[in-house]
DNA sequence: CGCCAGGACGCCC
DNA sequence: GGGCGTCATGGC
Protein backbone atom coordinates (compact mmCIF):
# COMPACT_ATOMS: atom_id res chain seq x y z
CA UNK A 1 0.00 0.00 0.00
CA UNK A 2 1.72 3.34 -1.38
CA UNK A 3 0.21 6.33 1.29
CA UNK A 4 1.88 8.94 3.35
CA UNK A 5 0.66 11.20 6.10
CA UNK A 6 0.08 14.64 5.33
CA UNK A 7 -1.43 17.33 8.26
CA UNK A 8 -4.32 15.18 8.90
CA UNK A 9 -5.19 13.31 5.70
CA UNK A 10 -3.91 10.15 4.48
CA UNK A 11 -2.47 10.38 0.71
CA UNK A 12 -2.91 7.30 -1.22
CA UNK A 13 -1.55 6.18 -4.74
CA UNK A 14 -3.56 2.99 -5.85
CA UNK A 15 -4.41 1.96 -9.40
CA UNK A 16 -6.64 -0.56 -8.88
CA UNK A 17 -9.26 2.17 -7.76
CA UNK A 18 -12.03 4.45 -8.59
CA UNK A 19 -14.37 6.11 -6.67
CA UNK A 20 -17.03 6.00 -8.82
CA UNK A 21 -16.77 2.27 -9.81
CA UNK A 22 -16.35 1.42 -6.43
CA UNK A 23 -18.92 3.56 -4.29
CA UNK A 24 -21.66 3.85 -6.75
CA UNK A 25 -22.11 0.18 -8.17
CA UNK A 26 -24.86 -1.07 -5.97
CA UNK A 27 -23.10 -2.65 -3.24
CA UNK A 28 -23.40 0.15 -0.76
CA UNK A 29 -26.13 2.61 -0.15
CA UNK A 30 -24.57 5.37 1.97
CA UNK A 31 -21.95 7.35 -0.41
CA UNK A 32 -23.11 10.57 -1.51
CA UNK A 33 -20.82 12.60 -4.44
CA UNK A 34 -20.73 16.23 -2.91
CA UNK A 35 -18.23 17.31 -5.47
CA UNK A 36 -17.50 16.11 -9.34
CA UNK A 37 -15.50 19.25 -11.14
CA UNK A 38 -11.57 18.91 -11.64
CA UNK A 39 -11.83 16.14 -9.23
CA UNK A 40 -14.31 13.92 -7.21
CA UNK A 41 -15.34 13.91 -3.75
CA UNK A 42 -17.67 11.30 -1.81
CA UNK A 43 -19.25 11.51 1.92
CA UNK A 44 -20.14 8.48 3.72
CA UNK A 45 -20.16 5.91 6.22
CA UNK A 46 -19.33 2.80 6.83
CA UNK A 47 -21.96 1.85 9.94
CA UNK A 48 -20.91 4.49 12.25
CA UNK A 49 -17.79 5.44 10.95
CA UNK A 50 -17.89 8.48 8.36
CA UNK A 51 -15.33 9.41 5.65
CA UNK A 52 -14.74 12.48 3.10
CA UNK A 53 -12.69 11.10 0.39
CA UNK A 54 -11.55 12.30 -2.82
CA UNK A 55 -10.12 11.45 -5.94
CA UNK A 56 -7.78 14.28 -6.84
CA UNK A 57 -6.21 12.52 -10.06
CA UNK A 58 -6.57 9.01 -11.10
CA UNK A 59 -5.26 6.66 -8.83
CA UNK A 60 -4.60 10.01 -6.65
CA UNK A 61 -6.67 9.85 -3.43
CA UNK A 62 -6.93 11.66 0.03
CA UNK A 63 -8.62 10.86 3.01
CA UNK A 64 -9.85 13.46 4.56
CA UNK A 65 -9.18 14.30 8.80
CA UNK A 66 -8.08 10.44 8.99
CA UNK A 67 -5.38 9.75 11.33
CA UNK A 68 -2.73 6.52 10.02
CA UNK A 69 -4.31 3.80 12.71
CA UNK A 70 -7.64 4.60 11.29
CA UNK A 71 -6.63 4.32 7.69
CA UNK A 72 -4.85 1.32 8.85
CA UNK A 73 -6.63 -0.64 11.29
CA UNK A 74 -10.23 0.87 9.58
CA UNK A 75 -10.55 2.49 5.76
CA UNK A 76 -7.84 0.11 4.10
CA UNK A 77 -9.69 -3.06 5.38
CA UNK A 78 -13.01 -1.66 4.25
CA UNK A 79 -11.81 -0.70 0.80
CA UNK A 80 -10.04 -4.26 0.42
CA UNK A 81 -6.86 -2.37 0.25
CA UNK A 82 -5.12 -5.55 1.60
CA UNK A 83 -5.98 -7.48 -1.24
CA UNK A 84 -3.95 -7.35 -4.90
CA UNK A 85 -6.63 -6.50 -7.44
CA UNK A 86 -3.80 -6.72 -10.00
CA UNK A 87 -2.99 -10.00 -9.07
CA UNK A 88 -6.79 -11.23 -8.98
CA UNK A 89 -7.46 -8.79 -12.14
CA UNK A 90 -4.71 -11.54 -13.89
CA UNK A 91 -6.22 -14.33 -12.74
CA UNK A 92 -9.56 -13.48 -13.74
CA UNK A 93 -8.28 -12.31 -17.71
CA UNK A 94 -8.13 -16.15 -18.53
CA UNK A 95 -11.68 -15.43 -19.26
CA UNK A 96 -12.56 -13.59 -22.18
CA UNK A 97 -15.79 -12.26 -21.05
CA UNK A 98 -14.07 -11.26 -17.08
CA UNK A 99 -11.39 -10.02 -18.76
CA UNK A 100 -13.27 -7.22 -21.08
CA UNK A 101 -15.38 -6.37 -17.58
CA UNK A 102 -12.08 -5.78 -15.92
CA UNK A 103 -10.92 -3.56 -18.82
CA UNK A 104 -14.61 -1.74 -18.73
CA UNK A 105 -14.18 -0.85 -14.75
CA UNK A 106 -11.10 -2.00 -13.54
CA UNK A 107 -11.35 0.44 -10.40
CA UNK A 108 -13.93 -1.75 -8.51
CA UNK A 109 -13.33 -2.80 -5.14
CA UNK A 110 -15.25 -4.87 -3.33
CA UNK A 111 -16.21 -3.30 -0.16
CA UNK A 112 -15.82 -5.14 3.56
CA UNK A 113 -19.24 -3.62 4.91
CA UNK A 114 -20.58 -4.83 8.24
CA UNK A 115 -22.52 -7.71 8.32
CA UNK A 116 -25.40 -6.27 10.19
CA UNK A 117 -25.94 -2.84 7.78
CA UNK A 118 -25.66 -5.03 5.02
CA UNK A 119 -28.58 -7.46 6.19
CA UNK A 120 -30.76 -3.95 6.90
CA UNK A 121 -29.92 -2.56 3.69
CA UNK A 122 -30.32 -5.62 1.13
CA UNK A 123 -33.47 -6.41 2.54
CA UNK A 124 -34.58 -3.23 1.82
CA UNK A 125 -33.20 -3.52 -1.97
CA UNK A 126 -35.73 -6.08 -2.77
CA UNK A 127 -37.65 -5.23 -5.69
CA UNK A 128 -36.35 -1.63 -5.28
CA UNK A 129 -34.58 0.87 -7.06
CA UNK A 130 -31.27 2.52 -5.66
CA UNK A 131 -32.02 5.95 -5.42
CA UNK A 132 -35.68 4.94 -3.61
CA UNK A 133 -33.40 2.55 -1.08
CA UNK A 134 -30.67 5.23 -0.30
CA UNK A 135 -33.61 7.07 0.75
CA UNK A 136 -34.79 4.55 2.99
CA UNK A 137 -32.04 4.22 4.46
CA UNK A 138 -30.89 7.79 5.14
CA UNK A 139 -34.47 8.05 6.66
CA UNK A 140 -33.17 5.20 9.16
CA UNK A 141 -29.97 6.31 9.65
CA UNK A 142 -31.84 10.23 10.08
CA UNK A 143 -33.96 8.49 12.67
CA UNK A 144 -31.69 7.23 15.06
CA UNK A 145 -28.69 9.28 14.49
CA UNK A 146 -26.60 6.92 12.98
CA UNK A 147 -26.89 3.60 11.42
CA UNK A 148 -29.25 1.88 14.19
CA UNK A 149 -27.76 -1.51 15.79
CA UNK A 150 -30.68 -4.29 16.35
CA UNK A 151 -30.36 -3.47 19.81
CA UNK A 152 -31.67 0.23 19.36
CA UNK A 153 -34.07 -1.05 17.51
CA UNK A 154 -35.09 -3.76 19.58
CA UNK A 155 -38.96 -4.08 19.64
CA UNK A 156 -39.77 -2.10 16.50
CA UNK A 157 -43.23 -3.41 14.73
CA UNK A 158 -43.50 -2.59 11.17
CA UNK A 159 -45.94 0.31 12.02
CA UNK A 160 -43.20 1.48 13.97
CA UNK A 161 -41.10 1.89 10.94
CA UNK A 162 -44.03 3.50 8.57
CA UNK A 163 -42.03 6.39 8.28
CA UNK A 164 -39.18 4.36 6.41
CA UNK A 165 -42.04 4.20 3.73
CA UNK A 166 -40.46 0.99 2.74
CA UNK A 167 -43.60 -0.51 1.97
CA UNK A 168 -44.09 -4.50 2.48
CA UNK A 169 -40.16 -4.46 3.74
CA UNK A 170 -41.10 -3.06 6.75
CA UNK A 171 -42.51 -6.14 8.59
CA UNK A 172 -39.22 -7.70 7.54
CA UNK A 173 -37.20 -5.34 8.92
CA UNK A 174 -38.95 -5.96 11.92
CA UNK A 175 -38.12 -9.65 11.60
CA UNK A 176 -34.77 -8.99 11.71
CA UNK A 177 -34.21 -6.93 14.46
CA UNK A 178 -36.08 -10.03 16.54
CA UNK A 179 -33.75 -12.50 15.11
CA UNK A 180 -30.68 -10.84 15.85
CA UNK A 181 -32.18 -9.76 19.72
CA UNK A 182 -33.52 -13.31 20.84
CA UNK A 183 -30.40 -15.07 19.25
CA UNK A 184 -32.18 -16.90 16.40
CA UNK A 185 -29.93 -15.53 14.55
CA UNK A 186 -26.21 -15.20 15.13
CA UNK A 187 -24.60 -12.95 11.89
CA UNK A 188 -20.37 -13.54 13.44
CA UNK A 189 -21.06 -17.50 13.65
CA UNK A 190 -22.98 -17.13 9.93
CA UNK A 191 -19.59 -15.28 8.96
CA UNK A 192 -17.69 -18.31 9.42
CA UNK A 193 -19.62 -20.90 8.91
CA UNK A 194 -19.87 -23.51 6.17
CA UNK A 195 -21.27 -21.46 3.24
CA UNK A 196 -24.48 -23.46 2.45
CA UNK A 197 -25.19 -23.19 6.10
CA UNK A 198 -25.00 -20.08 6.23
CA UNK A 199 -27.19 -19.13 3.33
CA UNK A 200 -29.72 -21.61 5.05
CA UNK A 201 -29.52 -19.29 8.27
CA UNK A 202 -29.92 -16.26 6.86
CA UNK A 203 -32.77 -17.25 4.91
CA UNK A 204 -34.23 -18.00 8.29
CA UNK A 205 -35.08 -14.28 8.23
CA UNK A 206 -38.42 -13.24 6.95
CA UNK A 207 -37.68 -11.30 3.23
CA UNK A 208 -34.42 -13.02 3.22
CA UNK A 209 -34.37 -15.02 0.14
CA UNK A 210 -31.42 -16.55 -2.69
CA UNK A 211 -30.16 -13.25 -3.36
CA UNK A 212 -29.98 -11.42 -0.19
CA UNK A 213 -28.83 -14.07 2.02
CA UNK A 214 -26.03 -14.13 -1.23
CA UNK A 215 -25.28 -10.08 -1.07
CA UNK A 216 -25.24 -10.47 2.81
CA UNK A 217 -22.62 -13.21 2.61
CA UNK A 218 -20.60 -11.07 -0.29
CA UNK A 219 -20.51 -8.04 0.85
CA UNK A 220 -21.18 -8.15 4.66
CA UNK A 221 -19.11 -11.14 5.01
CA UNK A 222 -16.46 -11.27 2.72
CA UNK A 223 -17.61 -14.75 1.49
CA UNK A 224 -16.26 -14.02 -1.87
CA UNK A 225 -17.06 -17.19 -3.22
CA UNK A 226 -20.90 -15.81 -3.09
CA UNK A 227 -22.22 -15.25 -5.95
CA UNK A 228 -25.94 -12.45 -6.21
CA UNK A 229 -27.61 -13.69 -9.22
CA UNK A 230 -29.98 -11.17 -10.46
CA UNK A 231 -31.27 -10.30 -14.05
CA UNK A 232 -28.88 -8.86 -15.03
CA UNK A 233 -26.41 -11.69 -14.29
CA UNK A 234 -28.96 -14.08 -15.24
CA UNK A 235 -28.37 -12.22 -18.71
CA UNK A 236 -24.64 -12.53 -18.23
CA UNK A 237 -24.55 -16.25 -17.60
CA UNK A 238 -26.95 -16.85 -20.54
CA UNK A 239 -25.43 -14.66 -22.76
CA UNK A 240 -21.03 -15.77 -22.21
CA UNK A 241 -21.58 -18.74 -19.69
CA UNK A 242 -23.95 -21.25 -21.25
CA UNK A 243 -21.73 -24.21 -19.97
CA UNK A 244 -21.51 -22.51 -16.71
CA UNK A 245 -19.00 -20.14 -14.37
CA UNK A 246 -15.35 -21.06 -14.84
CA UNK A 247 -14.55 -22.98 -12.42
CA UNK A 248 -10.59 -21.18 -11.60
CA UNK A 249 -12.74 -18.18 -10.74
CA UNK A 250 -14.80 -20.02 -7.99
CA UNK A 251 -13.21 -18.81 -4.84
CA UNK A 252 -13.44 -15.27 -6.26
CA UNK A 253 -16.77 -15.24 -7.87
CA UNK A 254 -18.25 -12.72 -5.92
CA UNK A 255 -15.62 -10.53 -6.99
CA UNK A 256 -15.96 -11.04 -10.41
CA UNK A 257 -19.49 -10.65 -9.96
CA UNK A 258 -19.14 -7.13 -9.43
CA UNK A 259 -17.06 -6.24 -12.43
CA UNK A 260 -20.01 -8.30 -14.88
CA UNK A 261 -22.32 -6.64 -13.19
CA UNK A 262 -21.40 -3.25 -13.52
CA UNK A 263 -19.90 -4.23 -17.36
CA UNK A 264 -23.52 -6.05 -18.30
CA UNK A 265 -25.18 -2.99 -17.36
CA UNK A 266 -23.35 -0.60 -19.19
CA UNK A 267 -22.36 -1.83 -22.37
CA UNK A 268 -26.51 -2.43 -22.67
CA UNK A 269 -27.57 1.23 -22.20
C1' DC B 1 -49.82 7.41 -17.29
C1' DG B 2 -47.47 2.59 -17.19
C1' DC B 3 -43.40 0.10 -16.41
C1' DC B 4 -39.87 -1.13 -13.51
C1' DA B 5 -36.83 -1.64 -9.48
C1' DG B 6 -29.79 -5.67 -7.38
C1' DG B 7 -36.96 -10.30 -4.74
C1' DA B 8 -39.51 -12.98 -1.52
C1' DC B 9 -43.78 -14.98 0.02
C1' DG B 10 -47.91 -17.70 -0.26
C1' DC B 11 -50.54 -20.47 -2.72
C1' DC B 12 -51.34 -23.45 -6.47
C1' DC B 13 -50.62 -27.63 -8.98
C1' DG C 1 -40.20 -28.42 -6.73
C1' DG C 2 -41.45 -24.97 -10.42
C1' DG C 3 -44.85 -21.26 -11.92
C1' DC C 4 -47.40 -17.08 -10.84
C1' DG C 5 -49.91 -13.27 -8.59
C1' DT C 6 -49.07 -10.16 -4.97
C1' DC C 7 -46.76 -7.06 -2.10
C1' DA C 8 -45.73 -0.65 -1.12
C1' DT C 9 -43.55 2.98 -2.91
C1' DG C 10 -41.83 6.06 -5.99
C1' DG C 11 -38.07 6.75 -9.92
C1' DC C 12 -38.17 7.44 -14.64
Known sequence: MDYYVKNNDIILSEKDFNLDET????????????QSDYNCTYEGSFFNDNLRISE????????HNVSEDEFLGKWAD???FYTDYSQLKAEFSEDETLS??????????LLKQNS???????????????????????????????FPTAEQM???TADDLAFLRSGFRGKYLSDAVECINTGKINLSDIAVAPIEQAREELKKI???????????LLFGM???????????????????????????????AGIAQQYLFHYIRNITE
Open 56 to 63: ISKGQFIF
Open 222 to 252: HRTEAFPVDVWIKRVLAEYYPNGFPEFAKDN
Open 116 to 146: WECLISFIISQNNNIPRIKGIIDRLCDNYGA
Open 78 to 80: YFD
Open 154 to 156: RGV
Open 206 to 216: KGVGPKVAECV
Open 23 to 34: LDCGQAFRWKKI
Open 100 to 109: KACEFAGGIR
